[in-house]
């Protein structure tokens, strides 16, 4: 299991690679500030390209079987926990 802790920017940043053998991820927003997170580097803080909003404070996103990149964004900069299984590991 994977545990990084990813700067996140007013501009779209990348939290996650690809990866086939991904199993599942968490992000976890332990920061002062709203997080978008979604599926590709289009994700924004409004209107239609408005990621899943991840409250302040301990808010959590957890899923399943997404293999594919996951972006990020934010109003200010603030830090994010990137928490991602894999098959094979120990």
């Known amino acids: 299991m994977a545990v990084s802790n990813i700067e996140i920017k007013t501009t779209p940043t990348r939290i996650l ?4 053998k991904r199993i599942a991820f ?6 002062t500030v709203d997080v978008y997170v979604g599926y590709d580097k289009n994700v924004s803080t409004t209107g239609k390209t408005k990621g899943v909003p991840i ?3 301990g808010g959590y996103w957890a899923y399943e079987f997404h293999k594919g990149e996951l972006w990020a ?3 200010s900069e603030t830090d994010l926990i990137v928490v991602e299984n894999s ?3 120990v």
Do not use: T
């Open 87 to 89: 098959e094979g590991e």
């Open 26 to 31: 968490m992000v976890i927003n332990d920061s």
């Open 55 to 57: 409250k302040p404070n």
């Open 17 to 20: 690679v690809s990866n086939p």
């Open 73 to 75: 964004i934010a109003d």
